[in-house]
């Protein structure tokens, strides 16, 4: 199986940090992402950073790189995780949402059994942080058309990695256990989709 881990923004993204601009997510992003493809190498997994590069690499231009593992090796042999950090705001102030949660896009599609694996792994691994669930539709992914999401042909979940502006959440986000539960979420997660326990 090909692991792609996705980091979302590059350094030349506007806005996308917390209020006291301590937080940058393009930064965390790529921080959780590395560690996570490093973890899932050491255990012998075929892993590897969608985007190496620190600037922005577009959408269409990450939906082709995706595409193109697909179409080398097969959908079913590739999984895509995109890592982010959400925010209430627009970094403008402190807010109270706080939580971590997954994205799918909307119907049953192959992701959501990636994205219940994550949410499984995430009550090991953060049981002291929420966990924002949408449970109507019989899992607890929550649904929502992005454009990474919609545009590439293998399972790919979003992840949504707590609030970077809420005060407690950038504690977390950016101390040495939060940063190594977050990471340990998304090993775990992936290893229960391959069906390793
Ligand atoms: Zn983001």
């Not at 939906?63 to 697909?70: A, L, Q």
């Not at 590739?78 to 925010?87: D, E, F, Q, R």
């Not at 691994?125 to 545009?151: C, K, N, V």
């Amino acid at each position: 199986m090909k692991i792609l881990i996705d980091n979302g923004h590059g350094v030349d993204t506007k806005g996308k940090r917390s209020p006291d601009g301590r937080l940058l997510e393009y930064a965390e992003n790529r921080l959780l992402a590395g560690r996570i493809v490093s973890a899932l190498k050491a255990q012998g997994h075929d892993a590897e950073l969608l985007v190496p590069e620190d600037n922005d690499v577009s959408l269409f231009q990450r939906c082709d790189r995706v595409n193109r593992f697909c179409y080398a090796l097969g959908k079913e042999n590739v999984i895509l995780v995109s890592i982010h950090c959400n925010a209430a705001g627009k970094g403008d102030r402190w807010y109270n949402a706080t939580g971590w949660c997954a994205y799918t896009t909307p119907k049953d599609t192959p992701a959501d059994r990636l994205a219940t694996c994550l949410y499984n792994a995430a009550q090991i691994h953060i049981p002291d942080q929420r966990l924002r669930m949408d449970l109507t539709d019989g899992d607890p992914d929550i649904e929502a058309s992005f454009y990474l999401l919609r545009h590439t042909s293998c399972p790919a979940v979003l992840t949504e990695n707590l609030f970077m502006d809420n005060q407690a959440d950038v504690e977390y986000l950016l101390s040495d256990i939060g940063q190594t539960n977050l990471v340990n979420l998304h090993v775990t997660g992936i290893n229960f989709y391959l069906g390793i326990h």
